[in-house]
């Protein structure tokens, strides 16, 4: 009911006041998309994300050497990544974080850590670190990944649509 929730309110003063505005005018949910150096897995996060009502910033990550480390070795960590994407990576945290890869998995899990588990974290495909440090995996059939309660096998990955021009269908 529009209608009622239109009219005003009593406040302590006895004046009325339309809270209907103020419930309009919240700002959206942050999500941060961890990109790294591989384009198709850059697309399919930002596939996700733009699904979302909410608003969308991308961070670029770029690895130092200590990515080749084992994710478990690395924990909740930074240390895989450049000093500039570590600087990039401040509050106010987002609500939601996803990423895709292996790499990002330590980077997600400092996140959330860091947010004292305010941040909630979206992992795209096999982290290859244990599936209850994320909120929520979204995994293909080719992963193999043992069923659990926070992870979601989809036939096939995410991909963003686009308009096709009309050079590209007569070609």
């Not at 103020?22 to 942050?30: A, D, H, Q, W």
């Not at 990109?35 to 996060?45: I, R, S, V």
């Not at 961070?59 to 130092?64: G, I, V």
Request: charged residues 15%; hydrophobic residues 45%.
């Amino acid at each position: 009911m529009l209608t009622t929730a239109r009219q005003a309110m009593p406040t302590n003063s006895g004046a009325p006041e339309n809270h209907l505005p103020r419930i309009l005018e919240r700002p959206k949910p942050v999500i941060w998309v961890l990109q790294g150096q591989h384009a198709g897995d850059n697309a399919q996060a930002q596939a996700l994300a733009t699904r979302l009502d909410a608003q969308v910033v991308c961070k670029l990550l770029k690895f130092n050497n200590l990515w080749r480390l084992p994710s478990l070795m690395l924990g909740a960590s930074i240390a895989s990544i450049e000093t500039d994407s570590r600087r990039s990576l401040a509050p106010p945290w987002p609500e939601l974080v996803i990423a895709i890869g292996t790499r990002s998995a330590p980077v997600v899990r400092w996140i959330k850590q860091q947010s004292r588990g305010q941040t909630k974290a979206v992992h795209l495909g096999r982290p290859r670190t244990p599936l209850a440090a994320f909120d929520l995996v979204i995994t293909t059939p080719q992963y193999g990944l043992p069923p659990a309660p926070n992870v979601i096998e989809i036939p096939l990955p995410f991909t963003a649509t686009r308009n096709v021009a009309a050079p590209e269908l007569t070609a």
